[in-house]
Nanobody, 125 residues
Framework: QVKLVESGGGLVQAGGSLRLSCTAS????????MAWFRQAPGKEREGVSC????????PYADSVKGRFTISRDVAKNTLYLDISSVTPDDAATYYC??????????????????WGQGTQVAVSL
């Protein structure tokens, strides 16, 4: 049984930083592409970034380029999202997701087979 568990969310001050983690079990981690999505209240879920089975990153959201960094630790079966220079627009529930092998050029929810339950990020001014 595949399980993805996110952690690291919480309240962060605007301009601050935090690291989200997603620990995977039940799959061969380095055979999968892993991605971060986020969903703010009343908005659609959007792809943030993806890292494929070779460790190649495919960025999705222009609004986070230069501020968000996706990475992984294969030995720990863990995916990370480092967030810096947080803005109020970054407040959302952040989800990790997995699909076989490769990231696609665009982030579509239906392309990812496995999902975590999400971790919430709130931003204070």
């Amino acid at each position: 049984q595949v399980k993805l568990v996110e952690s690291g969310g919480g309240l962060v001050q605007a301009g601050g930083s935090l690291r989200l983690s997603c620990t995977a079990s039940g799959l061969q981690f380095d055979d999968y592409a892993m991605a971060w999505f986020r969903q703010a209240p009343g908005k659609e879920r959007e792809g943030v970034s993806c890292i494929n089975w070779k460790g190649i990153v495919v960025p999705y959201a222009d609004s986070v380029k230069g501020r968000f960094t996706i990475s992984r630790d294969v030995a720990k079966n863990t995916l990370y999202l480092d967030i810096s220079s947080v803005t109020p627009d970054d407040a959302a529930t952040y989800y990790c997701a997995a699909r076989w092998a490769n990231c696609l050029p665009s982030a579509k929810r239906d392309d990812f087979r496995y999902w975590g339950q999400g971790t919430q990020v709130a931003v204070s001014l």
